[in-house]
């Protein structure tokens, strides 16, 4: 599909086990599903590298955004969403030349 696509959308997580403490030996229940975190490119748990290079190496030369629309780690406060911003254009250097 690199070939023929013209876009892709990129967003980065964090996987984070959920559980809850109970009384009594054996105190601890992991629960389902893991709680998902929205993370700065490169500081989630999703491997990107592989991703943007099997794109580059099959010829994609299309657009991509970065998706900041889920609870972000540190919060939806501007600064946190500029430093996220940031570390996307960083992230994508190797891809863009």
């Known amino acids: 599909m690199a070939g023929v696509m013209r876009f892709t959308t990129a967003a980065?997580?964090?996987?984070?086990?959920?559980?809850?403490?109970?009384?009594?030996?054996?105190?601890?229940?992991?629960?389902?599903?893991?709680?998902?975190?929205?993370?700065?490119?490169?500081?989630?748990?999703?491997?990107?590298?592989?991703?943007?290079?099997t794109l580059a190496a099959e010829g994609f030369d299309g657009w991509v955004s970065y998706e900041m629309c889920w609870p972000l780690r540190e919060g939806g406060e501007l600064p946190n969403l500029e430093r996220c911003a940031r570390k996307f254009l960083e992230y994508m250097k190797p891809w863009t030349g």
């Open 12 to 53: 980065d997580y964090v996987i984070l086990p959920r559980g809850k403490l109970r009384r009594g030996p054996g105190s601890y229940e992991t629960l389902e599903p893991p709680l998902l975190m929205a993370a700065a490119m490169g500081e989630g748990d999703l491997d990107y590298q592989t991703f943007f290079d």
